[in-house]
């Protein structure tokens, strides 16, 4: 029998709640809130969530679930909706309680109105890897947990219970990761592409040239060039890639600029499957950390 075919509540009971997480952002979000959860997750931190293989396993995670986080904003237009077909499962259909785009929970940043052919890789709906906003997130956690709460009611009261507690400590966790980074405000970066977008505005860091020179489209040998006579008079404190991204790029610009004067940061742009970014919190706080490992000496 189809998820979709039971009744909400009667289809989680608890033990049995089935989630399929399409980032392990929002994976990691549901087991904080729903430790007893069973969460698959569609995609890791070394792929990038625009592009994956909608493979037989995750069709079958996706129609055995009864709720399905996603950050929604076109992020996962290329797969989730062949995902969906493909699982037919009612349950987690767009406009259905099993179906939570944790972007219709925030305000997102560069939205636009309207994408041209040539734009490159841009949402319209606005940026979407909001999640490296703290802020952001704490909303979405809210919402999650009422939506837990509408899922299985017979746990309502649990839901409400850990989000509180996780509230607390993410509050207490945020105005950390607040203080330790305060030297890094006004500092400038280079990033490739807009995935540290939220994190930038955040710490009051100024992202002063992409290594892409469209969205999505990789670094090109013209517009490296075009980025270092940009950055050579007043060079960055690093340059920036995620995990899944390409590293010679970087590589290449720090060498022009002098690699003993300008940091080269891989860093994760989700939580990871395990080490130092293996559950939110430590996974903002490994961001901090390196960050604030490429300023001088003080």
Same mark, same amino acid.
């Given at each position: 029998? !189809?998820?979709a075919?039971?009744?909400?509540?009667?289809?989680?009971?608890?033990?049995?709640?089935?989630?399929?997480?399409?980032?392990?952002?929002? +994976?990691? !979000?549901?087991?904080?809130?729903?430790?007893? &959860?069973?969460?698959?997750?569609?995609?890791?931190?070394? #792929?990038?969530?625009?592009?994956?293989?909608?493979?037989?396993a995750?069709?079958?995670?996706?129609r055995?679930?009864?709720?399905?986080?996603?950050?929604?904003?076109?992020? /996962?237009?290329?797969?989730?909706?062949?995902?969906?077909?493909?699982?037919? =499962?009612? +349950?987690?259909?767009?406009?259905?309680?099993?179906?939570?785009?944790?972007?219709?929970?925030?305000?997102?940043?560069?939205?636009?109105?309207?994408?041209?052919? =040539?734009?490159?890789?841009?949402?319209? /709906?606005?940026n979407?890897?909001?999640?490296?906003?703290?802020?952001?997130? %704490?909303?979405?956690?809210?919402?999650?947990? #009422?939506?837990? &709460?509408?899922?299985?009611?017979?746990?309502?009261?649990?839901?409400?219970?850990?989000?509180?507690?996780?509230?607390?400590?993410?509050?207490?966790?945020?105005?950390?990761? #607040?203080?330790?980074?305060?030297?890094?405000?006004?500092?400038? $970066?280079?990033?490739?592409? =807009?995935?540290?977008?939220?994190?930038?505005?955040?710490? *009051?860091?100024?992202?002063?040239?992409?290594?892409?020179?469209?969205?999505?489209?990789?670094?090109?040998?013209?517009h !490296?060039?075009? $980025?270092?006579?940009?950055?050579? #008079? %007043?060079?960055?404190? %690093?340059?920036?890639? &995620?995990?899944?991204?390409?590293?010679?790029?970087?590589?290449?610009?720090?060498?022009q600029? *002098? /690699?003993?004067?300008? &940091?080269?940061?891989?860093?994760?742009?989700?939580?990871?499957?395990?080490?130092?970014?293996?559950?939110?919190?430590?996974?903002?706080?490994?961001?901090?950390?390196?960050?604030?490992?490429?300023?001088?000496?003080?």
């Amino acid at each position: 029998m !189809l998820a979709a075919a039971l009744p909400l509540g009667a289809a989680a009971q608890g033990q049995g709640l089935q989630v399929f997480a399409c980032e392990p952002e929002w +994976a990691a !979000l549901v087991k904080a809130l729903a430790p007893q &959860a069973q969460v698959t997750a569609a995609t890791h931190a070394r #792929q990038d969530a625009h592009h994956i293989e909608a493979r037989p396993a995750l069709i079958a995670a996706l129609r055995r679930a009864h709720l399905a986080v996603c950050t929604g904003a076109s992020l /996962e237009v290329g797969w989730l909706p062949m995902l969906q077909a493909r699982a037919g =499962n009612a +349950a987690v259909r767009d406009g259905q309680p099993g179906m939570f785009y944790a972007a219709q929970q925030v305000e997102l940043i560069d939205r636009r109105a309207s994408v041209g052919f =040539n734009d490159g890789d841009v949402h319209p /709906e606005g940026n979407p890897h909001f999640h490296l906003d703290p802020a952001r997130l %704490a909303q979405v956690a809210r919402a999650l947990s #009422q939506r837990l &709460a509408q899922i299985d009611p017979p746990q309502a009261a649990a839901y409400a219970a850990r989000h509180t507690a996780w509230q607390a400590d993410w509050a207490r966790g945020t105005a950390q990761w #607040q203080q330790r980074a305060a030297p890094l405000k006004g500092q400038r $970066v280079v990033g490739q592409h =807009n995935t540290f977008a939220y994190l930038w505005h955040w710490l *009051g860091v100024q992202q002063i040239a992409d290594l892409e020179p469209k969205p999505g489209t990789p670094p090109t040998p013209s517009h !490296l060039q075009s $980025v270092l006579a940009q950055v050579r #008079q %007043a060079p960055p404190i %690093a340059i920036t890639h &995620a995990l899944y991204q390409d590293a010679q790029p970087a590589q290449w610009l720090a060498r022009q600029l *002098g /690699e003993d004067k300008v &940091a080269v940061l891989a860093l994760p742009s989700t939580v990871t499957d395990d080490g130092p970014s293996a559950d939110l919190a430590s996974w903002m706080d490994a961001l901090v950390t390196q960050l604030l490992k490429t300023l001088p000496a003080r």
